[in-house]
């Protein structure tokens, strides 16, 4: 919950101009509800693309304060974040509701980024990969294998979000090489390699690098360390 809609545009001004002459990698930038609109004005005919942060699985009526794919495309997003940590333990999200909003956003036409991860107390009962299981089973759920291909995978270890701290490299490349290989028997390898799986738990400048730089990981889903766009370029440009 960060950026108003001017502070939002400024940055995507900015950032537009720092990662004019990145090529080889997606950047996206997932502002407020408020502002996607303005951010996909300030991203236009630029190598930046736009993601809501959330979304419901309806279409329309009596849902108080949801929004709708619909509504987030014609704001100009071309992706859609489900099934966020902070969704799943601050506002209930379950792996229901994700296989909702998933089928809801392909059938949209969105790229759907979808969130799963263990919290603290389930790492330490050594049920990381168990949870993970489920969470991508039920979470995607009558998906086709075609359509699983397309979206995106964030990995988020629940515990090391906003908190500084970060699994061990090799804990990293262990876990998301686990994903890809569960991910594999619903596409096979082939496909499943294609997938992009990205890392989401206090990645920042400081350890883009080393992430990024592991086999399995494809890519970053970047929360406060991307709040100002030279840090948020700094860890894109970390992807070459």
Not at 6 to 34: C, H, S, W
Not at 52 to 68: C, V
Not at 98 to 108: D, E, F, H, P, W
């Amino acid at each position: 919950m960060f950026k108003t809609v001017l502070e939002a545009t400024v940055y995507v001004k900015e950032l537009r101009g720092l990662v004019k002459d990145i090529n080889d990698v997606t950047v996206v930038v997932a502002p407020p509800f408020t502002a996607v609109h303005a951010a996909s004005e300030a991203a236009r005919n630029s190598n930046i693309g736009v993601s809501a942060q959330n979304m419901s699985w309806e279409r329309e009526g009596a849902f108080t304060g949801e929004i709708s794919a619909g509504m987030i495309k014609e704001a100009g997003a071309e992706y859609v974040i489900i099934g966020h940590s902070e969704r799943r333990t601050l506002f209930g999200e379950t792996d229901v509701t994700v296989n909702r909003k998933l089928n809801t956003a392909i059938a949209s036409l969105l790229t759907p980024i979808v969130c799963i991860g263990e919290t603290l107390e389930q790492r330490e009962r050594n049920e990381t990969m168990d949870v993970l299981d489920r969470q991508i089973k039920a979470g995607l759920d009558g998906v086709s294998g075609d359509q699983v291909a397309a979206l995106v995978m964030a990995y988020e270890p629940v515990w090391a979000i906003g908190t500084g701290r970060t699994p061990a490299d090799a804990e990293v490349q262990e876990v998301h090489a686990l994903i890809r290989a569960e991910l594999g028997k619903a596409l096979g390898q082939t496909d499943a390699a294609g997938m992009r799986v990205l890392y989401g738990g206090s990645m920042k400048l400081g350890n883009a690098r080393a992430l990024l730089s592991l086999a399995d990981v494809d890519g970053g889903l970047i929360g406060g360390a991307s709040l100002k766009a030279g840090d948020f370029w700094a860890i894109a440009e970390s992807c070459l």
